[in-house]
């Protein structure tokens, strides 16, 4: 296990199309993060999951944004009718709980370009 | 609700000097404060957190609650010091995190 995964890595995609984003985290991590990053900003956090529930949906989550964890392992992030504004950076990160600091490690990210 | 701010975009310095990076927070409880860092082509990582009151790579943070600050300091900069280094805030341990907007640190010789 060589840390966070997220696949693709890179995807263009038309306006108004729907995407799907991968994200496999460690593999004895409970609790699994998706964040947006625009150019010039920090990460937001959009959603996080402990095992298979979802605990937390920030506001930025609009409904055309769905996030899973069916069996609380890999997530899948979908953006349904994108729009350029949704062009980012989209990060996973997974941390455990139960042991003090939960430190979240982060993938290396998906760009997503909508034109 | 919690914001972190950092006020500067891009800090340079030269090779040797000291190094500070402004963190400010505004959150009404007790949060836990944290540096993450990214160098060129890698991935966001940890770099420090204030529980834990330990220096990494020279760096040190401390958590002045009165100013509401949680500055990153290091004596002596190094070339491999070179990243973006952003502050974030948590409500708890395993939450959320809550980042600034990152300040870039370029160390010149």
């Known amino acids: 296990d060589t840390g966070v995964s997220q696949n693709p890595r890179h995807k263009i995609t038309k306006r108004g199309q729907n995407v799907t984003f991968r994200c496999d985290p460690i593999?004895?991590?409970?609790?699994l993060y998706w964040y947006r990053q625009t150019l010039g900003q920090g990460p937001e956090f959009l959603t996080y999951f402990q095992n298979e529930a979802q605990l937390e949906k920030s506001r930025l989550l609009s409904d055309r944004f769905s996030a899973e964890r069916p069996k609380g392992s890999f997530s899948t992030l979908e953006i349904q009718r994108t729009e350029q504004g949704d062009s980012a950076m989209y990060l996973c990160?997974?941390?455990?709980?139960?042991?003090?600091?939960?430190?979240?490690?982060f993938g290396p990210g998906t760009r997503l370009t909508v034109l | 609700a919690q914001r972190v701010t950092q006020p500067e975009k891009l800090l340079s310095v030269f090779k040797g000097a000291p190094v500070e990076l402004k963190c400010n927070y505004s959150y009404s409880g007790s949060p836990e404060l944290f540096w993450y860092v990214q160098y060129s082509r890698q991935r966001l990582q940890l770099l420090l957190r204030h529980i834990s009151r330990e220096s990494i790579k020279g760096f040190t943070a401390d958590l002045n609650k009165g100013e509401t600050s949680f500055h990153l300091k290091k004596p002596f900069a190094q070339e491999e010091d070179s990243a973006m280094y952003y502050c974030?805030?948590?409500?708890?341990?395993?939450?959320?995190?809550?980042f600034g907007t990152g300040t870039r640190l370029q160390v010149t010789l």
């Open positions: 990160a997974s941390g455990r709980t139960g042991t003090g600091f939960d430190e979240q490690f």
């Open positions: 974030a805030l948590a409500r708890e341990t395993a939450s959320k995190l809550t």
């Open positions: 593999s004895e991590h409970n609790r």
